[in-house]
């Protein structure tokens, strides 16, 4: 388990593996505005020792990797789902299972469709994409969390109380929040990133192309995992994407908001992860 710098036309990615490389390897793409260590260290190492080389990284405009003036993110989607074979380029894996959180699932989503050869299944957890076709998500918590603004970026103990405040909104109504667990994850984020401010560059993204009206095309194997009271996307966004693609699993985490990785669901994720990739030959 060490970290390692990719670089590729003038783009660094940090990225972090777990688990022997001859080992089928899982790559885990982080959603909006947070870093790889989302997918947490006991996470990977337990995903690790069910047999499976694990792979986690920072997005660009998050963490460790390359960063650019607020506002102005010089990427599209398809660029960030280039990115994910430049880093299994990287570690000479020839094919993965990708698994997506949020807006992990719709990079995911792109590399099934530009990148089927690399792809062994795809996970989509949380997610949703720019589709006019699917169902309309209620934008209350989306605007609920945009008024929680940060003044002064400096300040380690505003960002980590803002950051606490949003993560409480995205909490299902059965689990109880872990307050001293999310303080420890977003001081670690404020500490290691290069320019934190720059995550919110991912709310200006765009360039998706025509792959995300195309789902329909995706033949990898595919998991769904939504949450029955997901209120970021919408349980009904993640029932259409499940129903569009042709062989694909939906399981749904019932009284779970969009914050899924936490408490008792950990464990959840890892057994409904592993049984669906051990199916695959």
């Given amino acids: 388990m060490t970290e390692k710098i990719i670089r590729f036309n003038d783009v660094h990615i940090c990225t972090e593996s777990f688990g022997e490389i001859n080992n089928p390897t899982i790559l885990l793409i982080m959603g909006a505005t947070a870093s790889m260590i989302y997918w947490e260290e006991e996470f990977c190492k337990r995903l690790s020792n069910q047999g499976f080389h694990i792979i986690r990284y920072d997005n660009r405009d998050v963490g460790k990797s390359i960063t650019y003036e607020y506002g102005h993110p010089e990427y599209t989607f398809e660029d960030l789902a280039d990115d994910a074979i430049q880093v299994l380029d990287a570690y000479k894996v020839d094919k993965a299972h990708i698994v997506g959180m949020s807006m992990g699932g ?29 169902p309309k998500k209620d934008n209350k918590v989306t605007k609920a969390l945009s008024e929680l603004k940060i003044r ?8 980590v109380e803002c950051f606490i405040k949003k993560s409480k909104v995205l909490i299902g109504s059965k689990h109880i929040f872990d307050e001293e667990k ?7 984020e404020f500490d290691r990133a290069i320019n934190l401010q720059s995550m919110e560059n991912h709310g200006f993204i765009k360039g998706w192309g025509s792959y995300l009206s195309r789902t329909n095309e995706i033949n990898a194997p595919t998991l769904v995992i939504a949450g029955g009271e997901d209120n970021l996307t919408s349980l009904d966004i993640q029932r ?42």
Avoid at 153 to 159: S, Y
Wanted: glycine fraction near 2%; hydrophobic fraction near 40%; charge should be negative.
């Fill in 106 to 134: 719709i990079i995911t989503q792109i590399i099934a469709l530009k990148h089927p050869s690399r792809v062994l299944t795809i996970s989509l957890i949380m997610t949703s994409n720019f589709d006019s076709s699917l």
């Fill in 152 to 159: 002064n970026w400096q300040d380690k103990d505003e960002v």
């Fill in 182 to 188: 999310i303080r420890r994850l977003n001081e670690e």
């Fill in 240 to 281: 259409k994407i499940s129903d569009n693609i042709n062989d694909s699993e939906l399981i749904v985490l019932e009284k779970t908001k969009h914050n899924i990785l936490i408490g008792r669901n950990i464990e959840k994720v890892l057994n409904i992860i592993n049984d669906f990739m051990s199916k695959i030959e």
